[in-house]
């Protein structure tokens, strides 16, 4: 899950991302209401919400909010702002956000918000991920086999090795290049590390050899990586 924050305080922009990041959100944080529009209208990045301050500079997020609906984007909206008087709340619903948060606000009461902009948008709403007997679990964070012998122990995962299966378990079968798993699960601004991508699923691999199924994420030599659920080994058989 892919979200962009827009906030041009430093101190909370950094705390926010921090938070979310932690939830195994992967977040491009911009400062600038511009540059934020050039994110959002961006075909390469998928977006599961944006997190709008409602100023600043550039365009404000009530701008960028009315723009998108302009477009038909339904992508949920989570206003940011100072202001809390019954106007300024009616201007930001009015332009198409779907829930608006007044500063200053915990970071509990902040993923509260986020999961229940998820469950109204079903779209949005992250469901179980299964593929061939590979089931991802979002409520958990854990990867599990469901197979013929029965359930398996689930397998916690970190943030990243749950972004990474997430991205291989929506294209299975397909060859997802080094460059694109690079781009979907860090962000955008960020330099880039070399092996960076072949680290974390080494990683990941560790995790899946755990339930015996490793070797259905295949190296495709030159091109990137394919997650083949039919490739099993005998035990998970
Ligand atoms: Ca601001």
Redesign the pocket.
């Known amino acids: 899950m892919r979200i962009l924050l827009v ?3 430093p101190d909370l922009g950094a705390v926010i991302k921090q938070t979310l990041n932690r939830e195994a959100y992967v977040v491009d944080w911009i400062t600038d209401g511009t540059e934020a529009w050039w994110y959002l209208t961006n075909q390469e990045v998928e977006y599961t919400l944006a997190i709008l ?4 500079p550039g365009l404000s997020g009530l701008e960028l909010c009315r723009r998108l609906r302009k477009n038909n984007n339904p992508m949920p909206v989570l206003i ?2 100072a202001k809390d008087k019954m106007e300024d709340k009616v201007a930001g619903l009015d332009a198409g956000a779907d829930d608006y948060l007044v500063k200053p606000f915990g970071n509990e009461e902040l993923l509260a918000r986020l999961r229940a902009l998820q469950r109204r948008s079903p779209k949005f709403q992250p469901q179980p991920l299964q593929v061939g007997n590979l089931l991802l679990d979002y409520s958990t964070r854990t990867v599990t086999l469901n197979n013929s012998s029965g359930v398996a122990p689930a397998i916690s995962l970190t943030a990243k090795e749950f972004q990474l299966l997430e991205y291989l378990m929506q294209h299975p079968n397909q060859i997802v290049s080094r460059h694109q798993i690079r781009n979907h699960l860090w962000e955008l601004d960020t330099e880039p590390i070399s092996n960076v991508v072949a680290a974390q699923m080494r990683l990941l691999r560790q995790k899946l050899a755990s339930l015996d199924c490793d070797s259905m994420i295949e190296t495709v030599q030159g091109m990137g990586y394919r997650l083949n659920p039919a490739h099993v080994s005998r035990k998970t058989v």
């Open positions: 906030e041009d305080e301050d409602w100023l600043l940011l702002t």
